[in-house]
């Protein structure tokens, strides 16, 4: 496990430990930085700031990165899996989640869709601070489930984002349903390097390279679903590998194998990524 989950989870993983769902925690100085930032109106801000400049490098937008980094400190997101975000909603308190269009999509061109979804700890707060967003959508648990498994068949990548992390807990925050190309955490992760504020899951992704050699025959569709370049195809044995180095754990490579090739096993299996988060 990271270390959030040994610190933070309880003995699970921190975004299972009901403890961390406590509304008291977003009051506390080490987590209310995250939370008014992506529930309240200076979100808007953060986006910007955190919008990647296309190169040579706009210097302009140095200030508004500068207010980006000091905020992303106080929050982070991680990949999860569609079994384990479906186990977050059931953990998480309350009946509602609060969909929301995702700010980089929306205020940077790539096409709008609800990308964020909220628990119910922060439905009342985002509307009320943000009420522009008028098409903003209060949901049930299961139809936040639904959304989940239609996210991740479209081969979205599933994250959650917490309100930062201090010696009183790690807050769960928010769902993230988006792609490497869209994201600001994950261009940040991806293209920068910014591993502070955006890690890989429990888990990676490991071949059976039987089943993978008995099915693929120059198909390889797993490779198409890889948003992170983990997963290389061998001409010679008609099989696929996987880079655990650069695999996220997002188990989407999972959804395009029709013959069972492809799991998901706890990143500790492997001694060597034990701190590669």
Known sequence: MCRYCVEYGNGTKWYLNPANFDPELVKKPGHAVGYMNLTGTTRNTFEWGAKDPQPPVDIGNEGYLNMAIDTMMQQAGQVVPLEDALKIIDVAPGDRLLLQHCGCRRYFGFGDFYGCMFFDR????????????????VITKEEGKQLCRERYAQGLVISIFDAG????GKVPLCFCFCNVFDCQAYKARSYRGATAEYHKAEYVS????????AG???????????QFGGIQYSPLKDIVTVNQFKCFGCGLCRTACKYGALKLVPR????SLVDVW
């Open 206 to 213: 490991v071949v059976d390279t039987k089943k993978c050699a």
């Open 122 to 137: 922060d439905v009342d707060r985002t509307k009320e601070q943000r009420p522009w967003e008028t098409d903003s959508k």
């Open 268 to 271: 500790e299996t492997f001694p």
């Open 165 to 168: 992390t201090d010696a009183d």
């Open 216 to 226: 693929c025959k120059n198909e390889a569709p797993c490779i198409m679903k890889c």
